[in-house]
């Protein structure tokens, strides 16, 4: 029996996949829920095989609980459910240790099939989100300069950006040096403008 961890936050949704997925002979939802912070418990709790996430739950501090879910969880293959429009924060997420993707608009049939394939130890990338995945705009940067970058979006000086990250003036203003290298901007309003329409915040 595949025990599955379904997450997303649609209720409507979830309880269809989570039937559907229930009426295969070998597949059983463990638990179906609609946050990620109630995931790493609930694994802990009944260790999945498989973890249906819906990408949008990966913002912010998603894609951290994602990656200690994996870590504590290493035998559990990660399956992401993703639209053609969210191609940026699947490519953060494939960073990480994500075992396969399905598109939202796919049949329950290939989910289906895609949960059984990581299993057997496949990857699993649906054809139609990687045409999306390859076009999208990698960001140059690194997490560290994302992260003074979005600190220094709300505009304020380089001084308060170094007070609210714990770093000296110096190193911020080598920071911006870098990123404005990288991103080829004239300034840093234009660098964020720039990740900001490229989706490299999310």
């Given at each position: 029996?595949?025990?599955?961890l379904?997450?997303?936050?649609?209720?409507?949704?979830?309880?269809?996949?989570?039937?559907?997925?229930?009426?295969?002979?070998?597949?059983?939802?463990?638990?179906?829920?609609?946050?990620l912070?109630?995931?790493?418990?609930m694994?802990?709790?009944?260790?999945?095989?498989?973890?249906?996430?819906?990408?949008?739950l990966?913002?912010?501090?998603?894609?951290?609980?994602?990656?200690?879910?994996?870590?504590?969880?290493?035998?559990?293959?990660?399956?992401?459910?993703?639209?053609?429009?969210?191609?940026?924060?699947l490519?953060r997420?494939?960073?990480?240790?994500?075992?396969?993707?399905?598109?939202?608009?796919?049949?329950?049939?290939?989910?289906?099939?895609?949960?059984?394939?990581?299993?057997?130890?496949?990857?699993?990338?649906?054809?139609?989100?990687?045409?999306?995945m390859v076009?999208?705009?990698?960001?140059?940067?690194?997490?560290?300069e994302?992260?003074?970058?979005?600190?220094?979006?709300?505009?304020?000086?380089?001084?308060?950006?170094?007070?609210?990250?714990?770093?000296?003036?110096g190193?911020?203003?080598n920071?911006?040096?870098?990123?404005?290298?990288?991103?080829?901007?004239?300034?840093?309003?234009?660098a964020?403008?720039?990740?900001?329409?490229?989706?490299?915040?999310?």
């Amino acid at each position: 029996m595949i025990r599955i961890l379904l997450v997303e936050p649609m209720n409507l949704l979830r309880g269809a996949l989570a039937a559907t997925l229930s009426l295969e002979e070998d597949l059983e939802v463990v638990a179906d829920l609609g946050a990620l912070d109630q995931a790493l418990a609930m694994a802990r709790a009944v260790p999945p095989d498989v973890a249906v996430v819906n990408i949008a739950l990966l913002a912010g501090d998603g894609l951290a609980t994602i990656a200690r879910l994996c870590a504590e969880q290493p035998d559990c293959a990660t399956l992401v459910l993703a639209g053609p429009d969210e191609s940026v924060l699947l490519n953060r997420a494939l960073d990480l240790r994500i075992d396969g993707v399905i598109g939202t608009r796919a049949a329950p049939c290939e989910l289906i099939r895609g949960i059984r394939r990581l299993v057997r130890g496949e990857r699993v990338i649906d054809a139609s989100l990687a045409v999306a995945m390859v076009a999208a705009p990698r960001s140059p940067l690194s997490p560290r300069e994302l992260n003074v970058l979005s600190v220094a979006a709300s505009g304020v000086p380089s001084t308060e950006v170094a007070a609210e990250l714990h770093l000296s003036s110096g190193t911020v203003r080598n920071y911006i040096s870098a990123i404005l290298r990288k991103t080829g901007a004239r300034n840093r309003l234009e660098a964020v403008r720039l990740a900001e329409s490229a989706g490299w915040f999310q």
